[in-house]
T-cell receptor, first 116, second 113 residues
Framework: AQSVTQLGSHVSVSEGALVLLRCNYS??????LFWYVQYPNQGLQLLLKYTTGATLVKGINGFEAEFKKSETSFHLTKPSAHMSDAAEYFC??????????????FGKGTKLSVKP | DGGITQSPKYLFRKEGQNVTLSCEQNLNHDAMYWYRQDPGQGLRLIYY???????QKGDIAEGYSVSREKKESFPLTVTSAQKNPTAFYLCASSISPSTYEQYFGPGTRLTVT
């Protein structure tokens, strides 16, 4: 069965500092991997995704993530944090729930705080 | 504009009442999903539908019911059998199950007292 672990439920950085949000996954088949962002009381917005091909994936708002198969990781980074990056971030892996394609398995989320 | 709409944004109900949450999409997506979100729990799958007139239970289907009579619509009913219904409910859709990429609605916050 597929699973996702996000290390750290809360991460705090200073404005301008590097953002690193960690995601490790478990999957018995080649995974599709996703990062979503959620602002308070809103739905989830796709930041970036990995399906096949290039392992370094660039997304919106300056975020990027690297798929490392040997480490089963898909960590999210941004070189310089902005106040507007404060939100909750979810990592997700493709799942085959009940034998059906199409489902995503989500991590529990990491709340990012950005200090001025 | 194409997208997913959920209504209402906030919903209040008394314990023992059934309540139906609306989810509509005009993206022409085949698959639709309902999730429940509780603080620190991530998203948990309630039901999903990959095609009209068909749906499957997710991890936490007990106390919930759905229908998929039209491609655009996937309403969720929270029944009185759901022991702890207060939560944030998110609807999502994907163009087809094989893409896995899901688009989310704005959510409905349900409070039951």
């Amino acid at each position: 069965a597929q699973s996702v672990t996000q290390l750290g439920s809360h991460v705090s950085v200073s404005e301008g500092a590097l953002v690193l949000l960690r995601c490790n996954y478990s999957s018995s088949v080649p995974p599709y991997l996703f990062w979503y962002v959620q602002y308070p009381n809103q739905g989830l917005q796709l930041l970036l995704k990995y399906t096949t091909g290039a392992t370094l994936v660039k997304g919106i708002n300056g975020f990027e993530a690297e798929f490392k198969k040997s480490e089963t990781s898909f960590h999210l980074t941004k070189p310089s944090a902005h106040m507007s990056d404060a939100a909750e971030y979810f990592c997700a892996v493709s799942g085959n729930y009940g034998g059906s394609q199409g489902n995503l398995i989500f991590g529990k989320g990491t709340k990012l705080s950005v200090k001025p | 504009d194409g997208g997913i709409t959920q209504s209402p944004k906030y919903l209040f109900r008394k314990e023992g009442q059934n309540v139906t949450l609306s989810c509509e999409q005009n993206l022409n997506h085949d698959a639709m999903y309902w999730y429940r979100q509780d603080p620190g729990q991530g998203l948990r799958l309630i039901y999903y539908s990959q095609i009209v007139n068909d749906f499957q239970k997710g991890d936490i289907a007990e106390g919930y019911s759905v229908s998929r009579e039209k491609k655009e619509s996937f309403p969720l009913t929270v029944t009185s059998a759901q022991k702890n219904p207060t939560a944030f409910y998110l609807c999502a859709s994907s163009i087809s199950p094989s893409t896995y990429e899901q688009y989310f609605g704005p959510g409905t916050r349900l409070t039951v007292t």
